[in-house]
């Protein structure tokens, strides 16, 4: 009686392999894109709207007939901006869902704790994640969307420098964001030979810098003040360096480009410039920008899906899988070897972010002009340049 | 006699050896065995956690502040300046009892919970080392820590070896290597427990005074018990950063600590096999709730708050109450 039981099954069985053999001939096998992002906790702002833009473009392109006749999968793992739950999500992504490209990691920490298993198992991984370590020394299988801090601190000294400026005082936070961006701007200045006459830290809990710019504003020599950070930390040194009446030139950095930061600095924030994605000043880009309307198409669609405002994140996320899609279409399959050469030959794709053009010795594929210079007036950003 | 003492006392052992024997039947990819690594570091943590807080009746929420110093004493002399893995898993131990002591020493001598309160200091300002010595830890960002290695044989989750003649992959072998790190964790713990020292701490858990009435030297055993513990944590931040290949500020961090006085209370204090499973339920958690990533904490909360209300000694002694309860039962029944 047993044995007959266990034949019957194994006859059951054997159908219904059959069946799923045959099911898959039909529908070819989706493409899995994996990702893992900080959707929620203290980096939600990244991860929200990341994930927003990846589940919305997945959903349009496997309309559009998907890429090379198959139909994309997304595979999403929150990881809370926890750099050991994202190295856990990452390994549970390549070795258990089994995917064939990575899209995500919005933080560096993140990023940089998913690295050496991403690059030992051999997957191609594309970082929503800015600090310049990730792609500086290049790593054979990582790739990101987003500028560099360098590239920021390159574009705001280079319209410093433009100005009439050589010397400067330097605020930062002391976050990852702060302090590495401190490191790149430090390392900048001496390359461009000016000089940092002033170099002064908060902390991400700090509610009053008074102190600081106060020890900026008596140093002398000071031709204009510098802010590097993230958060709410900028806004606060906006409103200080308006109480204390400093007319000296104000930058942040492209930390803070986003119109809730306008909102918390309020009328403060009038004059200061940071460098920027054109996402925040679509309409008024010149008509011959090749950006315009990749742009202007993905601020109009994200809104129209979401109803909320769009942010630069987002677009990151945006390239980041329109850069997947096209190294996948390139490469003719979703060969990890094959993709990751055509991530590296991707030349010429305009972006919301820039215009990539990758090789082999970056990984990254922007220059500093990609940023745009913002000033703020009349409570608006206004392209400078 | 002995043979009855030496039965009862590693009978827990033996199960949980048997368990780690027969767990990768069910274990279908390596992700699964990564994540079993993982739980069975963390749990070696916590049973040396356990020790004070099950045993001395100290708590301590700064033990990730120890776990992150091992964790980057391991990354930073092995990464920044070539060191072995032993050496550097071995003075990073001592490195961090030697700061458990400094710290116990003089508090452990006040009655009440000031250790608590100078853990958590402790353990923010190693947090906030780790965050701000950039040129050092690599800052928040943190810090790749290189593969685990003996005598120029590394340790590596992705390589493959031959282990008497049969081929395993290195998640594997990380396997094997931790659950045996788990179970000497387990058999020195026990030992330690049924030592006179481990009676020592009993009586100073039951009652300080009279402990002291009696003679026992409380500071120095509750300093000693401190320091152990300390150094569970420390060798246990070291193979976790080995293992995990890069660390951050986080393994550090004050909710990591939370963490593991969770995994203590959750699996029941003072029973080194039940805060094993402390550990391995609250490991789980994320990994079962990655769909529902926002209810993460929710559950979290409510599991908690379940197990203070109904079973307030800890999931694994109450359960325990529970069988042998129904069994004696049963046995009755049919007598």
């Known amino acids: 009686m047993f044995k007959t039981v266990i034949r019957r099954a194994g006859k059951c069985a054997v159908v219904a392999a059959a069946g799923l053999m045959m099911m898959s001939a039909q529908a070819a096998e989706p493409i899995k894109i994996g990702s893992f992002l900080s959707v929620t906790g203290p980096a939600s702002f990244l991860g929200d709207p990341e994930l927003k833009t990846l589940e919305m473009y997945v959903e349009k392109i496997n309309e559009e007939g998907g890429v090379l006749g198959r139909q994309l999968e997304l595979i999403h793992y929150d990881d809370v901006g926890n750099a050991s739950s994202a190295r856990n999500f990452a390994s549970r992504l390549i070795r258990s869902d089994r995917v064939d490209i990575i899209v995500g990691g919005s933080t560096t920490g993140a990023t940089m704790a998913a690295v050496p298993l991403i690059q030992q198992a051999k997957v191609p991984l594309i970082s929503l994640a800015g600090a310049v370590v990730i792609t500086t020394p290049v790593k054979e299988w990582v790739f990101k969307t987003p500028q560099t801090d360098r590239m920021a601190a390159e574009r705001i000294l280079t319209d410093m420098k433009e100005r009439g400026i050589t010397r400067f005082g330097l605020i930062s936070g002391t976050g990852g964001f702060g302090s590495s961006g401190r490191t790149q701007t430090l390392e900048v200045a001496e390359q461009m030979g000016m000089e940092v006459v002033a170099d002064v830290t908060y902390s991400g809990s700090d509610t009053d810098m008074t102190a600081q710019l106060t020890n900026i504003r008596n140093t002398s020599g000071v031709e204009a003040v510098l802010n590097f950070g993230f958060g709410q930390g900028p806004a606060i040194v906006t409103r200080n360096y308006a109480q204390l009446g400093m007319e000296l030139p104000f930058y942040q950095s492209h930390g803070v480009a986003s119109d809730s930061f306008l909102e918390l600095a309020g009328a403060s924030a009038e004059g200061l410039r940071l460098p920027a994605s054109p996402l925040l000043v679509p309409d008024s880009l010149p008509e011959d920008d090749p950006q315009k309307e990749v742009v202007q198409n993905y601020k109009a669609e994200y809104e129209a899906r979401w109803d909320s405002k769009v942010s630069t994140f987002g677009a990151y996320a945006y390239d980041g899988l329109m850069l997947a899609v096209r190294a996948i279409e390139e490469a003719g399959s979703t060969d990890p070897e094959a993709v990751r050469e055509a991530l590296e030959n991707i030349d010429g794709y305009v972006g919301v972010t820039g215009v990539f053009n990758m090789s082999p010795e970056d990984h990254n594929g922007l220059d500093p002009d990609s940023f745009r210079i913002l000033e703020v007036q009349d409570g608006e950003w206004k392209l400078i340049k | ?148 290695e003996v005598f120029g044989w590394e340790l590596s989750a992705f390589g493959s070896y031959s282990l008497f003649g049969i081929d395993i992959e290195g998640f594997q072998a990380w396997y094997i290597f931790a659950s045996v790190v788990l179970l000497v964790a387990v058999w020195f713990a026990l030992n ?143 007598a």
Do not use: C
Request: aromatic share 10%; hydrophobic share 55%.
């Open chain 2, 1 to 148: 006699m002995l043979n009855n003492l030496m039965q009862s006392r590693l009978r827990g052992l033996v199960i949980l050896a048997l368990i780690l024997l027969i767990l990768p039947v069910f274990l279908g990819n390596p992700f699964h065995y990564e994540l079993v690594t993982q739980m069975a570091i963390i749990a070696a943590t916590v049973v040396g956690l356990n020790l004070l807080v099950g045993f001395a009746g100290q708590i301590s929420l700064g033990h990730a502040g120890f776990f992150g110093l091992g964790a980057y004493f391991t990354g930073i002399a092995t990464g920044t300046y070539g060191w072995p893995s032993v050496p550097a898993l071995v003075v990073g131990a001592i490195v961090v009892g030697f700061i458990a002591w400094i710290v116990g020493r003089p508090i452990l001598r006040l009655k009440g919970h000031y250790l608590s309160m100078a853990t958590l200091a402790v353990g923010f300002i190693i947090a906030i080392i780790l965050n701000n010595e950039r040129a050092l830890t690599g800052g928040p960002d943190g810090m790749p820590v290189p593969a685990f």
């Open chain 2, 192 to 334: 330690l427990i049924e030592s006179p020292i481990g009676r020592a701490l009993r009586s100073v858990h039951g009652s300080e005074v009279a402990a002291s009435v009696v003679g026992v030297n409380t500071a120095k055993y509750k300093s000693l018990v401190f320091v152990i513990s300390a150094v569970y944590a420390s060798l246990m931040g070291s193979l976790y950063a080995h293992f995990q290949g890069f660390i951050t500020p986080a393994v550090a961090s004050f909710e990591f600590s939370i963490l593991f006085i969770t995994m203590v209370v959750l699996g029941g204090m003072g029973s080194t096999f039940g805060v094993i499973l402390g550990a391995v339920v609250l490991k789980l958690l994320p990994q079962v709730l990655a769909d529902f990533q926002e209810l993460e904490h929710v559950m979290f909360g409510l599991i908690l708050m379940l197990t203070m209300i109904f079973m307030p000694k800890g999931l694994l002694p109450t359960l325990t109450i529970f069988f042998s309860k129904r069994m004696r039962r049963k046995a009755g029944g049919e």
